[in-house]
């Protein structure tokens, strides 16, 4: 056997470089294979591939711009900044990094799982894909590795450090599940529920501003449900443990992957292949695409039922979701509690729920234990001078941060005012926490508290509304040093606040509306404007 001369030891990259030792020795190992293989020099442009390019930050860090916007934004950097605009931009940590370190584990090959952003889902997990498959054909567009590269879709597997228990999604601590309870009245049209649990075993803590990771598990009448469309039996063995505990605690039952509609199309002909195929790709032949879940995918190609190892094999695994926390360890130590709203609705004639919030309204018990870890906020915490006042945006369970800053700074003695806006369709039914925050109201600690309801008369009023009418005494807060705090939905919520915001510090603070809106990005680049959203 002919064994293969190493390439020949270069140092194309001088020890001057703005390079730390690991990427200049991988650079120069890199052009010394080149090289060894051709011996004519490379082009400027093959250079420049690999040299670190500068870029002026991230302009498309916005929950609110749609994917290709992001992504036409980030045309011509650096392939760690492309591999960011195509995240979520939520830094929500469910995927257990921020959107920057994601992506940066990604490009530099010391994370090979490319479907880990949750709030991405799908196009998310392609683009990531693409991406990916550019930087393997052009070694030099991604970060240097700092070891091997393991294979994509096989992370490498090490031992949990106890001292890390419950701090991360690869490190869940056990919790017990206390109870739950109603929070919506009669008449209202959403359910949510306070859910508490007890981490007095796992001495697991947390601060205010921190998410709390919960791994649910799928409902098992659904589960057996696809099962049967299998055609197997509950018993059948994959991955050493039943088909049936596989899915019901190891893989995602939706959306279908585009992996499945791949396997599919490789075990059918016809129309029905180039419709699987179409699907694989994207593609939405039926218009039916966004519907389809694992149980929608196998009823629409009745027909095939696919081994269920390579079935398995296909589906993504189960994820944890993640929840705003709604206490304060201060206030109650060794317990934690949320605020949910449950996701309940019908496609076609199936009904369908959302699979951690009806795990906890619906299938886990008092006394349970469950899988859970602390999710540390990225930019979302009380300021650090108590003395400091707030002004906090929820509506909905976007109360949830806030009622936990509520009780911390009322368990630590802060001294500074506290204005909460707060908002939701009807006074009558959907007011949580009424009793509490009026309390808190009458002996003087909630310095104001705005309430906003959008169903109770014909013209709807939201807490930007509020906002706007209350406007003078807002720009007299922010004059006084307040922080401001919204939590809630991205798309729409959160930027007809920020808005508001603008508005209100053009008409009461004398300034034109791109000096405002310079003004709020201000706020924002000295952690006095923090968002906490989804």
């Given at each position: 056997?002919?064994?293969?001369?190493?390439?020949?030891?270069?140092?194309?990259?001088?020890?001057?470089?703005?390079?730390?030792?690991?990427?200049?020795?991988?650079?120069?190992?890199?052009?010394?294979?080149?090289?060894?293989d051709?011996?004519a020099?490379?082009?400027?442009?093959?250079?420049?591939?690999?040299?670190?390019?500068?870029?002026?930050?991230?302009?498309?860090?916005?929950q609110?711009?749609?994917?290709?916007?992001?992504?036409?934004?980030?045309?011509?950097?650096?392939?760690?900044?492309?591999?960011?605009?195509?995240?979520?931009?939520?830094?929500?940590?469910?995927?257990?990094?921020?959107?920057?370190?994601?992506?940066?584990?990604i490009?530099?090959?010391?994370?090979?799982?490319?479907?880990?952003?949750?709030?991405?889902?799908?196009?998310?997990?392609?683009?990531?894909?693409?991406?990916?498959?550019?930087?393997e054909?052009?070694?030099?567009?991604?970060?240097?590795?700092?070891?091997?590269?393991?294979?994509?879709?096989?992370?490498?597997?090490?031992?949990a450090?106890?001292?890390?228990?419950?701090?991360?999604?690869?490190?869940?601590?056990?919790?017990?599940?206390?109870?739950?309870?109603?929070?919506?009245?009669?008449?209202?049209?959403?359910?949510?529920?306070?859910?508490?649990?007890?981490?007095?075993?796992?001495?697991?803590?947390?601060?205010?501003?921190?998410?709390?990771?919960?791994?649910?598990?799928?409902?098992?009448?659904?589960v057996?449900?696809?099962?049967?469309?299998?055609?197997?039996?509950?018993?059948?063995?994959?991955?050493?443990?039943?088909l049936?505990?596989?899915?019901?605690?190891?893989?995602?039952?939706?959306?279908a992957?585009?992996?499945?509609?791949?396997?599919?199309?490789y075990?059918?002909?016809?129309?029905?292949?180039?419709?699987?195929?179409?699907?694989?790709?994207?593609?939405?032949?039926d218009?039916?695409?966004?519907?389809?879940?694992?149980?929608?995918?196998?009823?629409?190609?009745?027909?095939?039922?696919?081994?269920p190892?390579?079935?398995?094999?296909?589906?993504?695994?189960?994820?944890?979701r993640?929840?705003?926390?709604?206490s304060?360890?201060?206030?109650?130590?060794?317990?934690l509690?949320?605020t949910?709203?449950?996701?309940?609705?019908?496609?076609?004639?199936?009904?369908?729920?959302?699979?951690?919030?009806?795990?906890?309204a619906d299938?886990?018990?008092p006394?349970?234990?469950?899988?859970?870890?602390?999710?540390?906020?990225?930019g979302?915490?009380?300021?650090?001078?108590?003395?400091i006042?707030?002004?906090?945006v929820?509506?909905?369970?976007?109360?949830?941060?806030?009622?936990?800053?509520?009780?911390?700074?009322?368990a630590t003695?802060?001294?500074?005012?506290?204005?909460?806006?707060?908002?939701?369709q009807r006074?009558?039914?959907?007011?949580?926490?009424a009793?509490?925050?009026?309390?808190?109201?009458?002996?003087?600690?909630?310095?104001?508290?705005?309430?906003?309801?959008?169903?109770?008369?014909?013209e709807?009023?939201?807490?930007?509304?509020?906002?706007?009418?209350?406007?003078?005494?807002?720009?007299?807060?922010?004059?006084?040093?307040?922080?401001?705090?919204?939590?809630?939905?991205?798309k729409?919520?959160?930027?007809?606040?920020?808005?508001?915001?603008?508005?209100?510090?053009?008409?009461y603070?004398?300034r034109?509306?791109?000096?405002?809106?310079?003004?709020?990005?201000?706020?924002?680049?000295?952690?006095?404007?923090?968002?906490?959203?989804?």
């Amino acid at each position: 056997m002919n064994q293969m001369t190493p390439p020949p030891k270069v140092e194309i990259i001088p020890s001057s470089a703005p390079f730390s030792e690991a990427q200049r020795s991988w650079l120069n190992g890199f052009f010394a294979g080149l090289l060894s293989d051709a011996p004519a020099p490379l082009s400027a442009e093959q250079g420049a591939a690999v040299m670190p390019e500068e870029d002026d930050g991230t302009p498309w860090h916005d929950q609110t711009m749609p994917i290709a916007d992001r992504m036409k934004l980030a045309e011509g950097r650096p392939m760690r900044r492309k591999m960011m605009a195509a995240m979520a931009q939520q830094d929500c940590g469910q995927c257990g990094y921020n959107c920057n370190d994601y992506a940066e584990a990604i490009a530099g090959h010391t994370e090979p799982r490319l479907n880990l952003c949750v709030p991405g889902g799908k196009e998310t997990a392609r683009m990531l894909k693409a991406l990916n498959e550019e930087m393997e054909k052009s070694p030099g567009t991604g970060a240097a590795p700092a070891a091997a590269t393991p294979a994509v879709g096989k992370p490498v597997v090490e031992a949990a450090d106890p001292s890390t228990l419950g701090r991360s999604r690869d490190n869940p601590a056990p919790a017990i599940f206390l109870d739950r309870r109603l929070l919506n009245g009669k008449g209202s049209e959403k359910e949510t529920w306070h859910v508490d649990f007890d981490l007095s075993g796992c001495g697991l803590d947390y601060v205010v501003g921190d998410s709390f990771g919960i791994f649910a598990s799928n409902d098992l009448g659904h589960v057996d449900q696809i099962i049967a469309l299998l055609g197997a039996s509950h018993n059948t063995e994959v991955r050493g443990k039943t088909l049936r505990d596989v899915l019901r605690y190891d893989v995602s039952l939706a959306p279908a992957p585009d992996s499945l509609f791949e396997l599919i199309s490789y075990l059918t002909g016809g129309a029905h292949r180039a419709k699987a195929r179409a699907l694989a790709q994207g593609e939405d032949p039926d218009g039916d695409a966004t519907t389809l879940d694992v149980m929608a995918a196998l009823q629409k190609f009745s027909h095939v039922r696919p081994h269920p190892e390579a079935f398995i094999e296909a589906l993504e695994p189960l994820q944890p979701r993640l929840y705003s926390i709604s206490s304060s360890h201060n206030a109650t130590p060794g317990k934690l509690s949320l605020t949910i709203d449950v996701v309940r609705y019908v496609v076609g004639k199936r009904k369908r729920h959302g699979l951690a919030s009806s795990f906890l309204a619906d299938r886990i018990q008092p006394g349970d234990e469950l899988k859970v870890y602390v999710q540390k906020a990225h930019g979302f915490a009380l300021p650090d001078d108590p003395n400091i006042p707030i002004i906090m945006v929820g509506p909905g369970t976007g109360i949830a941060p806030f009622r936990a800053f509520l009780h911390d700074r009322k368990a630590t003695r802060a001294p500074g005012r506290n204005w909460l806006f707060f908002g939701h369709q009807r006074s009558a039914s959907d007011f949580f926490y009424a009793d509490e925050l009026n309390a808190m109201k009458s002996e003087g600690f909630l310095t104001r508290l705005s309430l906003a309801w959008s169903r109770d008369s014909g013209e709807k009023f939201y807490v930007q509304d509020r906002m706007r009418e209350v406007g003078r005494d807002v720009w007299t807060w922010l004059a006084d040093g307040a922080h401001v705090y919204i939590c809630g939905d991205a798309k729409r919520m959160a930027k007809d606040v920020e808005r508001a915001l603008v508005d209100i510090v053009a008409q009461y603070g004398a300034r034109s509306t791109d000096e405002a809106v310079s003004f709020v990005g201000d706020l924002k680049k000295k952690g006095r404007f923090q968002l906490d959203v989804y």
